[in-house]
């Protein structure tokens, strides 16, 4: 058996750890990454909600008015016959408020007007539609819509702009004050849609907005800029 030789020190196991210093330094980095990773997530996150609400507001804000635009267009003026008088394709009109008679998605073959009104409500912008209950003129519609649609998106204009504008056969605005009168809804012969729309969350979102002028060719006014 081999022995160690007296007075031979045994071979040493050092294992002494971090210091207080290094376990600071190293409790110290590893805030301050913790710190940089968190901030870049949330700048992160703050990014694609921003564009997640700008892709919102922006697809809100076509989807309206491409509708809107759709109604008008095919808009029409009710004739007269031997039981009703002729009535104007404009049933009423404010500033943020139109309803009008309309064609729209109606049948080639059987064609019957629709009753469509547009209209802000609790700052978003409501469709309704009354089909009409007759086979032919003179037309009849419920006191109920027959459908009703919110559009997503808060309405948010700037200043006093009107959703509407209603102009002339010389693109001149017919001003609507409380309401257009039955002479001045006879006028309109296009009408100008202002949509500024913001997603309902976040507050902060910016708004999406879209102008069109759009002509109303089935009113029986020839348009001086067609």
Not at 78 to 91: D, K, R, Y
């Amino acid at each position: 058996m081999r022995q160690r030789a007296a007075g031979t020190p045994a071979a040493a196991h050092h294992d002494a750890g971090l210091s207080l210093v290094e376990l600071l330094v190293s409790i110290m980095l590893s805030a301050l990454l913790l710190v940089l990773v968190g901030t870049t997530f949330v700048q992160v996150v703050r990014n694609t909600g921003t564009v997640t609400a700008a892709r919102e507001g922006a697809g809100s804000a076509s989807s309206i008015v491409t509708e809107l635009s759709k109604v008008i267009r095919s808009a029409s003026t009710i004739p007269a016959t031997s039981l009703a008088a002729a009535q104007p394709a404009v049933v009423s009109a404010t500033d943020n408020a139109l309803t009008v008679y309309s064609y729209v998605d109606t049948s080639p073959t059987v064609p019957k007007p629709t009753k469509v009104e547009f209209a802000i409500v609790a700052g978003q912008i409501v469709e309704k539609r009354w089909a009409t209950t007759s086979t032919k003129s003179p037309w009849v519609f419920p006191s109920t819509p027959t459908s009703t649609v919110t559009y997503p998106g808060i309405h948010a204009p700037i200043g006093s702009t009107p959703l509407f504008t209603y102009l002339d056969a010389t693109d001149t605005p017919v001003s609507p004050g409380a309401g257009l009168s039955e002479t001045q809804r006879a006028l309109v012969a296009s009408i100008t849609v202002s949509v500024r729309i913001r997603p309902a969350t976040p507050a902060t979102a910016k708004p999406v907005e879209i102008v069109n002028t759009v002509g109303m060719p089935n009113v029986g006014i020839e348009r001086a800029t067609p």
